[in-house]
């Protein structure tokens, strides 16, 4: 006996997404419903060797129904999302609204699965940032070691996280540039995203960070431990799917690059990739469809005491978002539901 499972917002990448890892993964489904807004009605979508047509979001009712994956915004979200947990199908929210709700458990699967059961509270379970969800799986099994005081990050991020709209700018920018000799200007992003980085991700807050930089402190601490400092930069670059991080890490313990890269390649959703030589590294066009979130570059930071620094490199589609949110169902199927 498998579950009743709702993709919410199924017409976009992250929704589609899901479809593909539900199918891939075999998460026991007994029946699927793909929602859009009304204009995508009817849309098919393809699940598995199956191919499904969209409903209603707006019509949809939930009651019966035991999961539901939202990938539909913040705004829709908070129409939507809690019609579906009054009728009994918990929520797992890829937008940010419930993220920082001290009632609504913001999980990442090899970090506190143990915050599942927190689910009871709203019948609702956060899907966190992409950035944050890559990094704090690496920064887990370390802090477990060593404990983490500090964390410095710099990422690099594609632009499928600004959603379709992003993957076309950056597209119609380098076919204008290239092609026809025309620069096309900017829409979606501040500046121009071709050929070109943008230190602005999300708005500016008062204390100079943008709100995605403040996204990446808060939730950290949620997930991992409210007593890690972290500082952030987000950087948006022009690159289709796939978000980089350069991360530099103070420990409270000594702890040297071989032996973190042996408590790495032990790590659930890690994959090390570190040779000390050109091309022994892993860029975002070779994590593209994959599950793994790779380390690569450790190295020991001689400036401050019990340093280290890394590059992270992951799917933002898949690990950042999608499978995220399909590995919050398994564990909630098999901690808590217990059908399949």
Known sequence: MGYKVVVAGATGNVGREMLNILAEREFPVDEIAALASRKSLGTEISFGDKTVKTRDLDTFDFTGWDIALFAVGSEATKIYAPKAAAAGCVV???????????QVPLIVPEVNADAIMGYKNKMIIA???CSTAQMVVVLKPLH??????????STYQSVSGAGKEGIDELWDQTKGIYVVGQEVAPKKF????????IPQIDV???DGFTKEEWKMVAETKKILDPKIKVTATCVRVPVFVGHSEAVN????????????????REAPGVMVVDKREPGGYITPIECVGEYATYV?????DSTIENGLSMWIVSDNLRKGAALNAVQIAELLGSKVLKKG
């Open 204 to 206: 500016f807050l008062d």
């Open 127 to 129: 899907n966190p940032n």
């Open 144 to 153: 477990d070691r060593a404990r983490i005081k500090r964390v410095v990050v």
């Open 296 to 300: 690569s570059r450790i190295r020991e």
């Open 92 to 102: 797992i929210d890829n937008s940010s609204l419930y993220r920082y709700d001290a």
């Open 249 to 264: 890490i103070e420990f409270e313990d000594p702890l040297d690059w071989q032996e973190a890269q042996d408590i790495l």
């Open 190 to 197: 501040p500046k121009q995203i071709a050929f070109n980085v």
